[in-house]
Every structure is written in structure tokens, then in C-alpha cells.
């Protein structure tokens, strides 16, 4: 792969910059230039974690196609290699690129230097040994048996205390803000950090047994969602699509009421996922209400974001950043409306237990965030690395890996999933007639996860490229494809 | 004996969080975070003189010369 050779000035020109411009443009380099470490440690230690996460998950999905496939070692057994991925892609990948992704924007959104960064070199230490030491653990067989909560509590309190200490750093540079309004990413950031730290928390108290215990399992299992990686992606996504449109976001409005509604909804509806469990109905159906309720912030986002960019869909074609944030707005929208109805009493009959709701966790978990994270990172490396993506076209590989990858995937076990519900339902039909029609759908599972994973060594190596600034050097954006300087004026719109 | 202990430290951070939530909300309200001027111009917040409005954002120079990097 070669970098392409068009001149700069043969591809656009700008005319130069006023003294002021450069004034503002200086005082941008140097906020930039205060996250710059901070940023690339988390950007870098999720990215590692991804790629572990996803390989265990590549593993995990085998075993359901060869079931004695590294069998004979306790430590690969399906019971540890699944909670291995899961934990490394929530804790590891989601959560520290995530944090990297925050304090970037906090410095932009602030529009300060970064405050108290000390506390975030603690953080990212801390964050990435809670990481290693449960991941570690549960290879050797610990593991507190609730799903999201897997990771032994001496994890989970290094990962609390690294939450910490990186709230810590990111609420004192808002109190130094020298901005007067709090843009809409802002909001969704502060809530965050409010309130994902009381929820990891009280999950890992450890004072729960029995019902109460599976009550709390599915609050913080949900919750985890809600408060923390929704509030990231959202944040994300109204920062990155109007940013790279140049164009502001459509309705300022529907941004303010989309996050009061998400605050109000949102958090009730962990419980609908034990629909059918021994727990007081009413319980259970406050939930239920309370998920149908997230059509009203959902609408919020998704008009929101459909009216910014329409009229500007050709910009997918270049954009590596937008079409990335792009497709997961589109699948916030598609998960969070699956979401609803799956809260459903007569459709949970039939989806629960199933493979179907693990094809909706990775919609909402990659199609969602995760590829709004791969925006973030095509946006954010550039401007703190000075460096240019040297391969569009591992960017491509990239996309095109994760987005058919992450479609078959939850394609296939929504599919698998509801077939083998209405046949785990059938009384005539034996349990292992479900197992045996789920055969096709899980390997088109394990073929999807193989793209996703060819994605994200792409992703990883152009990653290190840029840190070390290798590569060819670029003269031009690293995108899809070059456009001619008329077509660049062009889309300037007033 | 665990659900009464449960119960209560389920719902003391709960009001914990939802007081904090509520205070957001009323500083919000307080330091006309709602008012219409704000409602008008904040989507326009993320942008300034050296990243207009109506110049996508997503692209960067470096210049070939120096070396010198030139982010826009």
C-alpha cells in the first residue's frame, strides 16, 4: 500500500489564517497537546484489550462449533474463556477507550489544558491491573458467578478506585471550564461520572442472596449500559457527526430533551430481564413501562441525528470517522428500539435464554459503541499524534470487517435465537432438536466474530503506526477516498 | 436476614444518585443552562474561528517541507 502522492495544494487550499484564528487555533494545539499522554495510555490498553477480548471471543464462539476444541485444558474451558472476553471487552476495551475518548473531549468541550493529570496515569495503572487481575482470575477459575460481575472483588475495587481518580481529573478540569454553556456531549459526560461509580459500587457490595441478588445482578447488568457506556457513545456521537459535517447538530432542543428523558427512563429497566422470574410482578412491569418509555429519548437521538446529516450522506464515502459514528448512531437507534420490544412479556417468551439476546448485546455493545469508539479514535490520533492514518486502506479493511462482521453476527443469533426459542417452547420437541436447528447460526456467528477480529488487528497495527509516527507520511486526510478541491469547496455549506 | 441490609443500601444510593441528578438539574436551571439564548447557539459551541461552521472537520495536513505537522 502506498500513500497516495496528490501535492496538498493540488487537493484543497485554504485561504491563510487571521491572527486571531491562529490565536484560537494555538490555544486548541495546547489543550490537545495536555491530553496527549493521557489519551494515547487509554487509547492504547483498550486497544490491547480488544484484542485479547475479542480472541477469547473468537474462542468461546468455536467451542459451540467444535465443543471439544481445547477441552483438555482447564484454563480454555467455555466457562472461563467466556467471561474472559466479556470482561475485556466491558472493563478493558469499552471502558478505557471510552475514558480516553472523555478526556479528550473534555478538554475540547472545557476548552482548558487538562487538570490534575497525575490522576489519570493512576487511573489508567489502576483500571488496567483491576483488568489483568480479574481476567487472570477467571482464567484460574475465580469468578463470582453473576454475569458483568464476574471479576473477583480485589479487581473490582482496583477498577473502582482507577474510576475514581479518573472522575477526579475530568470534574476538575469542568471546574475550570472557560466555556459558559455545557454542550449537549458534556452532559451525557458529567452523568457518567455521577453515576456509574454508585452503581459499580453497590453491585459489588456483596450483601445480596437469592432473588434480591439476581434483582441486583440484572440492575447493574443493564445499568452498566445505561450510566456508563450509552452516556460514552451518545457523547461520542453528537460530538463527531456535527464536528465532521461542520454543521451543528439539527435541534439543539430534542439534544437536551433526549438526555432528561434518557435520565428518566433509562435506569428502570434492568429488571426486564428476569420477566417471568420470582420477583413481585410489579417490579418486573415498572421495568417493562419504563423500557417502552426509551422510545422518547431514543426518537430524541435518532431524528436528531438522521435530520444533521441528511443531505450530507456523500460524506460517508470519505469520512472514516463519520461513516464509523454514523453506523453507530444507526444501530443505537436499531438496538435501543429491539430493546424495547424484547422488554416485552410475549415476546421475552420467546427470546429469553436464547441466542437472540446475545446478538442484541453486541448490537448495542459493537454496532453501537464500539464503532463510535473506532470514530473516535480515526478522529482523535491524528490531531494529538501529528501524524495521518498512513493506510486508508487498513481503515477500510477495518470497516468493512467490523460492520459485515458485527451484522452476520447478530443477524444470525437473533434468527438461531428465535428459532430456537419457539422450539425450546414446543413441549413435543425434545431440548436437543433447539440445540441441533441452532448449528448453521452459530457458525455464522464464529465467521462473524473471525471478520470482527481481522478488523481489530487492523485497527491495532495502524494503531501503532501512528503512535511511533510510522508509516508513510500523508499530505493528505486519510480518507476513503481522495475528492478533488471542487468538491471540497462544495461542500462547505454556509 | 440479607435483604433488609440489600434494601437499605439499594435505597440509600439511590437517593443519593437521584438528589444529585435533581441538584444538576436545578444548577442547570439556575445558571440558565435552558434559556432560550442557550438553546439557540449552544449546538454551535463546538465550533469556533479556526474550525467554522460549514467546514467539515475531518481532515489534517502535514507539511511535507519541515515535517512540521499542520492539524486543522
Known amino acids: ?494 | 436476614m440479607s435483604l433488609p441490609l440489600a434494601v437499605i443500601f439499594i435505597v440509600s444510593f439511590v437517593v443519593i444518585a437521584g438528589a444529585l441528578t435533581l441538584a444538576a438539574f436545578v444548577w442547570a436551571v439556575q445558571t440558565k443552562q435552558f434559556s432560550l439564548k442557550q438553546l439557540n447557539e449552544g449546538a454551535n459551541t463546538i465550533f469556533n474561528d479556526d474550525e467554522p461552521i460549514g467546514t467539515p472537520q475531518d481532515m489534517i495536513f502535514n507539511s511535507p517541507a519541515d515535517d512540521s505537522p499542520n492539524p486543522r
Open chain 1, 1 to 494: 500500500m502506498t500513500a497516495p502522492t496528490l501535492a496538498r495544494e493540488q487537493f484543497v487550499s485554504f485561504a491563510p489564517l487571521s491572527a486571531e484564528e491562529v490565536s484560537e487555533k494555538q490555544h486548541r494545539v495546547r489543550i490537545d497537546e495536555s491530553v496527549t499522554s493521557p489519551v494515547v495510555l487509554f487509547f492504547f490498553t483498550g486497544i490491547a484489550w480488544l484484542v485479547i477480548g475479542s480472541l477469547a471471543g473468537l474462542v468461546a464462539a468455536l467451542k459451540f462449533n467444535l465443543p471439544d476444541w481445547l477441552g483438555g485444558s482447564p484454563y480454555l474451558t467455555f466457562g472461563r474463556v467466556r467471561p474472559v472476553h466479556l470482561n475485556a471487552v466491558m472493563y478493558g476495551w469499552a471502558s478505557l477507550a471510552g475514558a480516553g475518548m472523555i478526556v479528550w473531549l473534555t478538554g475540547r468541550l472545557c476548552r482548558v489544558a487538562l487538570q490534575q493529570t497525575w490522576a489519570l496515569y493512576v487511573s489508567v495503572v489502576l483500571w488496567n491491573l483491576g483488568v489483568l487481575f480479574g481476567v487472570v482470575a477467571l482464567l484460574v477459575g475465580y469468578n463470582q458467578g453473576m454475569e458483568w460481575l464476574e471479576f473477583p472483588k480485589p479487581a473490582g475495587g482496583l477498577i473502582a478506585l482507577g474510576f475514581l481518580f479518573f472522575a477526579y481529573s475530568i470534574v476538575m478540569t469542568f471546574r475550570k471550564r472557560q466555556v459558559e454553556h455545557l454542550y449537549v456531549s458534556l452532559w451525557y459526560i458529567l452523568a457518567s461520572l455521577l453515576w456509574f461509580p454508585i452503581l459499580y459500587v453497590v453491585a459489588n457490595l456483596g450483601i445480596y442472596s437469592g432473588v434480591t441478588e439476581a434483582a441486583m445482578n440484572w440492575w447493574f447488568g443493564h445499568n452498566a449500559l445505561a450510566v456508563w457506556f450509552t452516556p460514552v457513545g451518545l457523547a461520542g456521537a453528537y460530538y463527531f457527526i456535527p464536528k465532521v459535517l461542520g454543521r451543528p447538530i439539527y435541534s439543539y432542543y430534542l439534544g437536551l430533551l433526549g438526555f432528561w428523558a434518557f435520565a428518566l427512563f433509562y435506569n428502570w429497566n434492568g429488571i426486564h430481564h428476569l420477566v417471568g422470574g420470582p420477583l413481585p410482578t410489579w417490579l418486573v412491569t415498572v421495568s417493562i413501562v419504563a423500557s417502552v418509555m426509551m422510545f422518547v429519548p431514543v426518537m430524541a437521538v435518532a431524528v436528531n441525528h438522521h435530520l444533521t446529516t441528511v443531505g450530507h450522506f456523500r460524506m460517508l464515502k470519505f469520512s472514516p470517522t463519520l461513516r464509523f459514528v454514523v453506523f453507530g448512531s444507526m444501530s443505537y437507534t436499531a438496538v435501543s428500539f429491539q430493546g424495547s420490544i424484547e422488554s416485552l412479556r410475549s415476546f421475552s417468551e420467546v427470546a429469553h435464554f436464547t441466542h437472540y439476546t446475545v446478538g442484541h448485546a453486541h448490537l448495542g455493545v459493537y454496532g453501537f459503541l464500539s464503532m463510535i469508539l473506532f470514530g473516535a479514535v480515526y478522529y482523535i490520533m491524528p490531531r494529538i499524534a501529528k501524524w495521518e492514518w498512513p493506510y486508508p486502506r487498513l481503515i477500510k479493511v477495518h470497516f468493512w470487517m467490523s460492520a459485515i462482521g458485527v451484522a452476520l453476527y447478530v443477524l444470525a443469533l437473533n434468527i438461531g435465537g428465535w428459532i430456537q426459542g419457539t422450539m425450546m417452547n414446543n413441549p413435543a420437541l425434545p431440548f436437543i432438536a433447539s440445540v441441533n436447528a441452532t448449528k448453521p447460526y452459530l457458525w455464522a456467528r464464529s465467521i462473524g466474530g473471525t471478520m470482527m477480529l481481522i478488523g481489530h488487528l487492523a485497527f491495532a497495527y495502524q494503531f501503532l503506526l501512528i503512535i511511533y509516527r510510522s508509516g508513510p507520511a500523508r499530505y493528505v486526510p486519510a480518507w476513503f477516498e481522495l475528492r478533488e478541491p471542487e468538491a471540497m469547496e462544495a461542500e462547505k455549506t454556509p
